[in-house]
């Protein structure tokens, strides 16, 4: 299975069969098998959530670069209400730029 960071499975990661070349025969998935592909997909469980994760943060602060370029005016009714959704916005885009950086991930713009 493919677990998430709350261990929730979101995807399977499947070997069908084991082909010898030596002897052009199948045989059977051993015990250390299933252990390296336990390993693999650990591996891509989190390379992926990662990318994800990476995405996410690059969204987010996309959305609050526009949001700070074109800001509302404050002193109207819309401009009070969308206020506190910037803020909210712009907070989770720092969030996820601080997590990517600490995983180590960069956006090209960096």
Not at 63 to 92: C, F, M, V, W
Request: charged content about 25%; glycine content about 4%; aromatic content about 2%.
């Amino acid at each position: 299975p493919l677990f998430d960071s709350t261990s929730s499975v979101w995807g399977v990661l499947q070997l069908l069969n084991k082909h010898n070349s030596h002897t052009d025969v199948d045989t059977p998935f051993t015990e250390k098998d299933e252990e390296a592909m336990m390993v693999i997909s650990s591996h891509a469980s989190h390379a992926i959530e990662n990318i994800r994760l990476h995405t996410l943060s690059l969204s987010l602060l996309q959305r609050s670069t526009t949001i700070k370029e074109k800001p509302k005016d404050s002193s109207t009714d819309e401009g009070k209400s969308h206020a506190p959704r910037a803020q909210s916005i712009l907070a989770r885009a720092s969030k996820g730029v601080a997590i990517s950086r600490s995983l180590g991930l960069q956006s090209h713009a960096e």
